[in-house]
C-alpha cells in the first residue's frame, strides 16, 4: 500500500473547505441569518458587528483551505468559528445525544477537530503555499 501524507492533507482540507463552504454560501444567499448571529452575540453582550466574522470563518477561511493558502491561519479560523457556533447556538446540547444515538453536535464536532489536525499538519504539498 503506498503511503502519501500530502494527498491525505488535500483531502482533510477539501473536505472540511467545501463542506463548510456550503454553510458560508447559505448564509450569502440568505443575510438575515448574520442577524440572527448578531443578536445571539448581543445576547452574549458582544457586539453585533462580530456577527460579520461568520463570512470569514465560512467563506473566506474554507476558500483558504481550499486552494491551500495560508492553511494554518485558515484552520484556527474555522476552530474559533466553530466555538463561537457552538457557544451561541449548541452549548445546550454539548452532552446531548440525538434520536440515533450519536452526539448530537457530531457536525460542529468534526469541523473543530478537522480544523484543529489541519492546524497542526499543515496543508502539504498540494497547496497554493505550503506549510
Known amino acids: 500500500m503506498m503511503y502519501n501524507e500530502s494527498i491525505a492533507k488535500l483531502i482533510l482540507r477539501l473536505n472540511i473547505g467545501v463542506l463548510l463552504l456550503f454553510h458560508g454560501i447559505a448564509k450569502i444567499i440568505n443575510p438575515s441569518s448574520i442577524e440572527n ?3 445571539r452575540l448581543v445576547d452574549f453582550n458582544l457586539p453585533f458587528f462580530l456577527s460579520y466574522g461568520v463570512y470569514l470563518g465560512e467563506v473566506v ?5 481550499i486552494i491551500g493558502f495560508n492553511t494554518r491561519i ?5 476552530a474559533t468559528n ?11 446540547q454539548l452532552l446531548e445525544l440525538n434520536g440515533h444515538g450519536a452526539w448530537t453536535l ?3 464536532g468534526f469541523y473543530f477537530i478537522g480544523a484543529i489536525i489541519i492546524f497542526l499538519q499543515g496543508s502539504g504539498k498540494y497547496a497554493v503555499r505550503p506549510s
Request: charged share 5%; glycine share 8%.
Open 37 to 39: 448571529v448578531g443578536e
Open 61 to 65: 477561511a474554507p476558500l483558504m483551505l
Open 74 to 78: 485558515a484552520a484556527l479560523i474555522v
Open 82 to 92: 466553530m466555538v463561537f457556533a457552538i457557544m451561541l447556538f449548541h452549548g445546550h
Open 106 to 108: 457530531e457536525l460542529q
